[in-house]
């Protein structure tokens, strides 16, 4: 089955910028989608189509995807953008879908 | 607005069966399709599969199919995920949530979820 590749963990000083990465040999003809899941909390959709905010997601957060990765960058990180995020991409035909399996992201 | 309101924490036995229901509002029921993720303590989120809202087609995650049934209910806009012969794997908080885009060509990208239910398997 596809699957999705993300380091577990990301720590980053506040201020400083973030960088996710999701690899998975399809992204170079399908698009990924990131979510932002605080603890406790349901997941929320920050990036959709490889690079798109949806209305309410800040500037800082962004998209992009190259070959077989995907990265999400936070700029400016703080201590509220703490979180698991995770990407989410299709299989060929668009039957499966699959998500990554999260990278924490700590600011300290 | 949009809100998916989900049925309460179950308890079960290993190889029982288990259905939560997910009751949606606040939006015309038949145009968006719904997911079903799930993510066990400590885990990841893991897409289980995707229920049309206006035809009832279901489709099922590998891992998942034989065992789980996705349905809907149009007269209460409500959909259901039965999953059945229960391991304590399987112990997980259950996520519906709804499709971004209204069915179309793009489906089984969610967007707005509901609380999560959390399902206790024990052996």
Redesign the interface.
């Known amino acids: 089955?596809y699957e999705l590749t993300q380091p577990p963990s990301v720590s980053v000083s506040p201020g400083q910028t973030a960088r996710i990465t999701c690899s998975g040999h399809l992204l170079s003809k399908k698009y990924v989608?990131w979510?932002q899941?605080k603890s406790g909390q349901?997941?929320?959709?920050v990036i959709?189509e490889d690079n798109k905010r949806?209305t309410g997601t800040p500037e800082k957060f962004s998209g992009s995807s190259s070959g077989a990765m995907a990265s999400l960058i936070i700029s400016g990180a703080q201590g509220e953008d703490e979180a698991?995020y995770?990407c989410?991409s299709?299989d060929n035909n668009?039957?499966?879908?699959?998500?990554?399996?999260?990278t924490k992201l700590t600011v300290l | 607005q949009v809100q998916l309101v989900q049925s309460g924490a179950e308890v079960k036995k290993s190889g029982a069966s288990v259905k939560v229901s997910c009751k949606t509002s606040g939006y015309i029921f038949d145009n968006f399709g719904l997911n079903w993720v799930r993510q066990g303590p400590g885990h990841g989120l893991e897409w289980m599969g995707w229920v049309s809202a206006k035809s009832g087609d279901t489709n099922y995650t590998q891992k998942f199919q034989g065992r789980v049934t996705m349905t809907k209910d149009t007269a209460t806009s409500t959909i259901y995920m039965e999953l059945r012969d229960l391991k304590p794997s399987d112990t997980a908080v259950y996520y519906c949530a709804r499709d971004r885009w209204v069915e179309g060509p793009r489906v089984a990208v969610p967007d707005f979820w509901g609380q999560g239910t959390l399902v206790t398997v024990s052996s």
């Open positions: 089955s989608y979510y899941q349901a997941p929320v959709m959709y949806p698991d995770y989410y299709s668009d039957d499966s879908w699959v998500f990554g399996g999260g």
